[in-house]
């Protein structure tokens, strides 16, 4: 089938197999490995990428599904963030990447695409949330590496910073 | 130039990660690649009639499928799948083929495999092939494996595999025994874990196009023992084999074997000429996958009415798994010599005895047979504690090894030598960060009124053993190879330094604390080391990364590497300076003659130097370029106390945890923020087996929860946020005085957490519970006092 998807502002025409997940088409046809896949139940998050601005597990949509739509995978958070005038640093970063360098919340990096993607539209939905709510907020992205304390700390100190 | 060790430096490896541009195994494509699908076994145990490959072979994309039989009649491989821990000189050790051939041994073990041209095509194949088995009886528990009703393995005789003793001194324990005022026994269950690093395994074999050479990239721990042993398995040499491990997504022990796939992957590409690949589904690596933990701990101490310790006495009965893997046997005597843990106990006994099952072979998880002493003699330490009748922070204060007071090269009762210690500030500090006062009154309060929220406090001592380690140590244990850790340090033509490590990081952030290193020791800018690693072509030798080794053997030797390019730029200096090498000296990067400070030039310049070679020392070999195998003189012994409280809802049997603090003392740190980040993942680890994860297999050997919906790796609602602090007791067995961090965390969590739910259940007569304390069992516990392994006490 068909689909047309606009990733991270480019748009990719392809015909792909209606079975085909959209997480194995951003990683295997569009070549944006960035995103990356740790469970085969939709439990992990380490795939979560943004469609339309809200989080997606993109191993639970189908590419047909998502025809059409915008999404923004790790590769493009930095310019998103560029273009709404948030990016900081030096590396012109989202403010999340930066946090999750700064405050150590990343080990051997294989969530923290999906955990990165998750923690900036969790605090969409709310910018100052308590602990237990980023706690809550980010129960579908699970890390093996950092026992969460420093993920919460990274989100913490994006969302002080917001408020 | 300001030290660098010791702060703590933004990691070198975290941009790349950060927008995904770094490359995990399953990121990387050859052109003309096959995929493997795995066709596994859905018995336990059963003998394989026959395999109908037809189907299969007919679907698109598909190229071939072999089955077991057919692969050995090819003779791919020279050898089984290799132990190189064979423990005992008469350890049983059945043939692992990387494909069963005749008969599947467990749920899970490949009978055929498909190559396909597509992802998914591979899938679909597998699917198709139909194997016709005849059901055989299964061991499916260790502690059938122990009843030896039914054999595992058809053609042995039992499903013990070895007995291996440490009792130096039986008199003393029987005499310990006998003269007690106070003995206390116990059987403690360590649960099968899964490791599950997020990233799945995960392989390639690319054969060169030229012919002869075959590149390896794996999702691997240990790129250098892949390669040796991918060598010694199918006859192809070592010299035409590059083994790569790219970006690795974790891996804590999970990573370190010599699975099928790799000889699979490697053996087919070599024989098709085209490159062979495979990546593990989650629900797949229940069954392929090695898993942690998996014994059945019989613990005794004997005490004089104080309750100061005079024996323990322990047998462990160890799960094997089906086969033996890389270190499987190995797994249970690294926690032997940790059974009298931090204390001053005179005799130990210990005798372990592996036995095969028909379940998913187990090997190494984080701390490998340490969390599970370290859990046994802390557990049963505050059951002693109860039967004196004195708190659980005073037995271990009147056990102590030196009376909690620093000590430097004591001989345990396990004959091994440990480097140095100081337990009773950790000791002190864990319990005032934890508030222990103000917490026994509150617990008090609550019971007194009989509400319905319990509290319970819980703590653990440890000490573990790491950096391993001492080569003649391992040989003595009858390991396979030594312990030594090789790097290379290069100054380059243009001033910028080339590391080149044979430790292999998967998270832990070598390249920034290799780069520390360098700038203190050379007085550079960390950004002007380039650290190279996991590559067999760019680092030919190495031991690779497990038992918390990187730092305190790798580390080690770039350090020493260092001095040794350090002294020879010192004499080129010299010969600059025209002054004798004894007047020069060396300061934040720079030589100077000593009284002459104008006359300075930085090491870095003399990288030009010594590689344009125009005006070096007569006799003097060109470039600075000095190596390093650094073999451990000691293992280090990380130390320290955790303490956690939890607060159990008696109605429900959930559990909370409300607060942990952990004091830990690994040494000298090179990076604290990487060593907290350590202690953090490794604590919840030992969390996660305390109270989450278990691998549920029924009597039948089929695995119940095999996916992430029913395997409960915690996620961050289920942990709490976390108190550390530290001491620092330098380790004497290396010149850095550093000790390991990675699986500290893992060896204390557990116990200290479980101890928190049996101190908040002894109200209810509850003396033990057995891991993981799922609100079933404790609700169970509270109300029927009867579902753990020594009963209730009601």
Not at chain 2, 77 to 94: G, K, Q, S, Y
Not at chain 2, 158 to 186: I, Q, S, Y
Not at chain 2, 714 to 723: H, K
Request: with cysteine; hydrophobic share 40%; net charge negative.
């Amino acid at each position: 089938m068909e689909v047309s998807i606009t990733v991270n502002g480019s748009t990719h025409s392809s015909d792909v197999e209606p079975r085909t997940l959209l997480v194995h088409h951003l990683r295997d046809n569009i070549g944006l490995t960035g995103t990356n896949i740790g469970c085969d139940s939709s439990s992990c998050g380490a795939c979560t990428i943004h469609m339309n601005g809200e989080s997606v597990k993109s191993c639970t949509v189908l590419a047909v599904q998502a025809d059409g739509q915008e999404l923004t995978t790790i590769e493009g958070l930095a310019a998103v963030a560029e273009s709404d005038g948030t990016a900081t640093g030096d590396q012109n970063w989202h403010p999340m990447q930066e946090a999750f360098q700064n405050c150590h919340a990343l080990q051997c990096g294989y969530c923290t695409p999906g955990m990165v993607m998750a923690s900036t539209s969790f605090l969409k939905e709310n910018p100052n949330p308590t602990e237990e709510q980023i706690r809550e907020g980010l129960e579908g992205n699970l890390c093996r590496c950092t026992g969460y304390h420093n993920i919460v700390k990274a989100v913490q100190s994006v969302a002080g910073g917001a408020s | 130039m300001t030290a660098v060790m010791g702060t703590k430096m933004l990691r070198k490896e975290d941009p790349a990660l950060l927008v995904g541009e770094n490359k995990f195994i399953d990121d990387i494509h050859a052109p003309g690649e096959l995929w493997m699908g795995m066709i596994r076994s859905t018995m336990a145990h059963a003998k394989i009639n026959s395999i109908d490959t037809s189907e299969a072979e007919a679907m698109p994309g598909v190229v071939a499928v072999y089955t077991g039989e057919q692969l050995a009649e090819m003779g791919l491989w020279l050898a089984p799948l290799p132990c190189a821990w064979p423990v005992t000189e008469d350890i049983v050790n059945p043939p692992h083929n990387p494909v069963a051939v005749g008969e599947a041994k467990h749920v899970g073990d490949i009978v055929a495999v498909v190559l396909c041209n597509d992802r998914y095509g591979a899938a679909d194949a597998a699917e198709k092939v139909v194997v016709d088995y005849d059901p055989l009886p299964a061991v499916g528990s260790l502690e059938a494996a122990v009843a030896n009703t039914a054999m595992a393995h058809s053609d042995l005789e039992t499903n013990k595999a070895f007995h291996w003793p440490l009792v130096p001194d039986p008199e003393g324990t029987e005499k310990a025994f006998a003269e007690a005022a106070h003995t206390v026994k116990a059987k403690f269950i360590q649960q099968r874990m899964i490791p599950s690093p997020m990233e799945p395994r995960g392989c390639m074999a690319i054969p060169s196009p030229a012919g002869g050479d075959i590149t390896f990239y794996s999702a691997t721990q240990v790129p250098h023992i892949l390669k040796v042993m991918i060598a010694a398995t199918t006859g192809i040499p070592e010299s035409k084999i590059r083994v790569i491990a790219p970006s690795v997504g974790g891996g804590f022990g999970g990573k370190l074997n010599v699975d099928p796939d790799a000889i699979l992957s490697v053996t087919l590409a070599n024989h098709l000429g085209v490159p062979v690949r495979w990546t593990e589904t989650r629900t797949e690596a229940a069954g392929s996958s090695h898993q942690g933990r998996g014994q059945i701990q019989h613990m005794e101490v004997a005490a004089d009415e104080n309750g100061k310790i005079s024996s323990v006495r322990v047998h462990i009965d160890a799960d094997m798994g089906a086969y033996m893997m890389l270190i499987t046997p190995g797994v249970p005597l690294l926690g032997s010599f940790l059974y009298t843990g931090v204390y001053d106990i005179p005799n130990l006994a210990f005798t372990c005895d592996g036995h095969f099952t028909n379940l998913t072979p187990t090997d190494a998880y984080r701390g490998a047979g340490r969390p599970e002493a370290s859990y046994a003699i802390e557990r049963i330490m505050d059951m002693l504690a109860a039967e004196v009748g004195i708190t659980p922070e005073e037995i271990r204060a009147r056990n102590y090894i030196n009376g909690g007071e620093a000590f430097e090269n004591h001989e345990a009762a396990s004959t091994l030598v440990f480097d140095s210690g100081h337990y009773r500030p950790a000791h002190d500090r864990a319990l005032e960060m934890v508030k222990i006062d103000e917490l026994r009154a509150e617990q008090a309060r609550r019971r007194d009124a009989g509400e319905a929220k319990q509290l319970g406090i819980g703590m653990c001592s440890y000490v573990e053993i790491c950096g391993l380690a001492p080569s003649r140590a391992l040989g003595g244990l009858n390991y396979g190879a030594g312990g030594w850790e090789h790097a290379t340090v290069r100054m380059l033509p243009t001033g910028k330094i080339e590391v080149v490590s044979g430790s292999t990081p998967h998270g832990q952030g070598h390249e920034t604390a290799w780069s520390m290193i360098i700038a203190d020791k050379m007085g550079v800018d960390p950004n002007d080391v380039e650290v190279l690693h996991s590559d067999t072509a760019k680092s030919p030798l190495g031991l690779d990364t497990y038992g918390s080794r990187s730092l305190a053997v790798g580390g080690v030797a770039i350090a020493m590497a260092a001095d040794k390019v350090i002294e020879k730029a010192k004499l080129i200096a010299a010969h600059q300076f025209e002054a004798a090498p004894e007047d020069v000296q060396f300061e934040a990067g720079a030589f100077s003659v000593a009284g002459t400070p104008s006359k300075s030039v930085h090491i870095q310049e003399l990288g030009f130097a010594a590689f344009a070679a125009h005006d070096l020392p007569d006799g003097m070999e060109p470039n600075l370029q000095e190596q390093v195998s650094f073999d451990p003189p000691n293992f280090a012994f990380p130390f320290g106390t955790h303490a956690c409280v939890v607060e159990i809802d008696t109605e429900t049997g959930g559990v909370e945890l409300i607060d942990y603090v952990a004091v830990d003392d690994c040494g000298h740190q090179v990076n604290p923020m990487i060593v907290e980040g350590q202690l953090h993942g490794g604590i919840v680890q030992g969390v996660a087996q305390a109270l989450f994860e278990e691998a549920v297999y029924d009597e039948d050997g089929n695995i119940n929860n095999p996916s992430f919906m029913d395997y409960l790796v915690p996620s961050a609602m289920e942990v709490p946020s976390m108190q550390l602090d530290y001491t620092v007791t330098p380790s004497t067995s290396n010149p850095l005085g550093v000790k390991g961090a990675g699986e500290a965390g893992t060896i204390g969590s557990a116990a200290a957490v479980m101890n928190a739910v049996c101190d908040a259940l002894s109200p209810y007569g509850v003396k033990d519970m057995d891991m993981p304390a799922t609100p079933k069992r404790i609700w169970e516990a509270i109300h029927s006092n009867a579902n753990n392994s020594n009963g209730g006490a009601a």
